[in-house]
């Protein structure tokens, strides 16, 4: 094995200011009503964040009526539908929305355009929760599709009053061939600005410009988080090997068996001591000279969410 190489660091990377927002809610909520707090599927898809919020009180459940009456229910960053709302003002629940403010946007314009009576078409991934709250924001007329088949499949009432929107936490080059096909089936179709989160695209374009000094890229984040999925995906379409990785105990040393720079970066739901931690791991296995990308900061904060 080699025994130097370099260590570059993507900026930005970790935590953005939706998933800041929801953990704090969480932690506002413990402090001024005590636990335990409930909170409706994982407040972040992350493994570290939800166990030092379970630790602290907090309880992550997979349906409402697992809540008791009167508990304090905290909607996570990816939002929920209408009926889930609806269900918990009925279980008594009183709810806390920690919905990301870029997701509940989506919301607005899918709202919007039902309204209008257009037929909506989400561009996500099935079964994603973000993507599930929001097809269910309205009643019929809307439609998911994943892939550029399912592009070509979807059939729509209205051809000549479409409109789209994107799941926050997608790559805009996968967008982009799927919206190509459905504004050629849909011409005079709607599409909105771009619902691709501001903080998801910048990771993206901090992992593009790594992935052309960099040997392997690791992207820190649970294998259940979008975005941090996603990272992955652009950094082996720019021809780079990368993996996604929990913490520095899935580091497999043969990785940086000579390579001569790693770069690493983190999913929007992970923390940045779980990137201290990898580096650490590097540093003792033969890295130095740490860098960091020099870009511009992200400076956008959301206050954390009140109980209704």
Known sequence: MNIFFNILLASPRGFCAGVERAIETVKQCLDKHGNPVYVLHEIVHNRHVIEELEEAGAVFVEHLEDIPVGGVCIFSAHGVSKSVENQAADLGLRTVDATCPLVSSVHAMVEKYHSLDYDVIIIGHHNHPEVEGTAGRVSGRVYVVANEQEALEVTVVD????????????????????LGILQKRFPGSKVPRSSICFATQNRQDAVRELAGVSDIILVVGSKNSSNSNRLKEVAIQCGVTAYLIDDKSDIQPEWIRGIKQVGITAGASAP???????????RQHGGENIKEMKRARENVHFKPAVLD
């Open 272 to 282: 940045e001591r779980l990137v201290d931690g990898v580096v650490e791991w590097m």
């Open 159 to 178: 051809p000549g009053r479409v409109a789209y929107v994107t799941q926050t936490t997608l790559c805009k080059e996968d967008v982009n061939g799927i």
